[in-house]
C-alpha cells in the first residue's frame, strides 16, 4: 500500500525567505512522486514530478523538490518566497502498474508575510 | 478554453435531493477522475474512468453514480443528499491510464447540503 505523510499543515515564511514543504512516501514498489498547488478557489495544477529520471526535479515559478529514495522523502523548496506562493501545497504518490490511482497528502498551507 | 470545465460552481441544495455535477475536458485525454475535498482540505479519488471503462470505484456509497457518455464527458449523480456529502468535487482528467501521469484538474464545485 503507498501513504503520503506532510509534516506541517501550516507552514509561515517572510517574504524572500527560503520555502520548505515536507513529504515523505510508504511504498512497496519505485513511487512516482508529485506536488500539486491549489490556489483559493481553484482546481489543483502540478508544480512537478518524479518520474524515476533525475532525484533533483525543477518545476515552475522557481520550485523544486529532491527525491531521497534512502528517506524515503520528496519535501519541496524554493530559495526566496514571493507573495504570490500563498496557497495550499500537495503532495501524491502513485504506483506503477495497476490502477495508478494518486494517494495524496492531507496538504500543507503556506502563509507568506510581507 | 478551459480545459476541464465542471458545471455547476456550487450547488446548494436540500438533504433527501437528487443533483448532478457535470465535467467536460476538450483536452483529448483517455482518463478521467472524480475527487471529494472534505473540509479539511483531504483529497480522495472515488471514481476513474477510461475510454469509458470504470476503472477506479472506491468505497464510496451507492447513491454515487458516475457517468462517461462519451470520453470527454464524466458526470456525477448523487442521490438522497446527506449533511457528509457536503464537500467541494473536483474533476480531473490525464492523457492515458499510466503511471507518472500528470492530471489536469477542474475548477472544483462546492456542494452545500442543508
Known amino acids: 500500500a503507498q501513504s503520503v505523510t506532510q509534516l506541517g499543515s501550516h507552514v509561515s515564511v517572510s517574504e524572500g525567505a527560503l520555502v520548505l514543504l515536507r513529504c515523505n512516501y510508504s511504498?512497496?514498489?519505485?513511487?512516482?512522486l508529485f506536488w500539486y498547488v491549489q490556489y483559493p478557489n481553484q482546481g489543483l495544477q502540478l508544480l512537478l514530478k518524479?518520474?524515476?529520471?533525475?532525484?533533483l526535479v525543477k518545476g515552475i515559478n522557481g520550485f523544486e523538490a529532491e527525491f531521497k529514495k534512502s528517506e524515503t522523502s520528496f519535501h519541496l523548496t524554493k530559495p526566496s518566497a514571493h507573495m504570490s506562493d500563498a496557497a495550499e501545497y500537495f503532495c501524491a504518490v502513485s504506483g506503477a502498474s495497476g490502477t495508478y490511482k494518486y494517494i495524496f497528502g492531507t496538504g500543507t498551507r503556506l502563509k507568506v508575510l510581507a | 478554453d478551459t480545459a476541464v470545465s465542471q458545471t455547476p460552481k456550487y450547488l446548494v441544495t436540500q438533504m433527501g435531493n437528487d443533483k448532478s455535477i457535470k465535467c467536460e475536458q476538450n483536452?483529448?485525454?483517455?482518463?478521467m477522475y472524480w475527487y471529494k475535498q472534505d473540509s479539511k482540505k483531504f483529497l480522495k479519488i472515488m471514481f476513474s474512468y477510461n475510454n469509458k471503462e470504470l476503472i477506479i470505484n472506491e468505497t464510496v456509497p451507492n447513491r454515487f453514480s458516475p457517468k462517461s457518455p462519451d470520453k470527454a464527458h464524466l458526470n456525477l449523480h448523487i442521490n438522497s443528499l446527506e449533511l457528509g456529502d457536503s464537500a467541494v468535487y473536483f474533476c480531473?482528467?490525464?492523457?492515458?491510464?499510466?503511471?507518472?501521469?500528470?492530471?489536469?484538474f477542474g475548477p472544483g464545485t462546492r456542494l452545500t447540503v442543508l
Open positions: 511504498s512497496s514498489v519505485p513511487p512516482y
Open positions: 518524479y518520474t524515476s529520471a533525475a532525484t
Open positions: 483536452l483529448g485525454h483517455d482518463t
Open positions: 480531473a482528467s490525464s492523457p492515458r491510464l499510466a503511471g507518472g501521469i500528470e492530471q489536469f
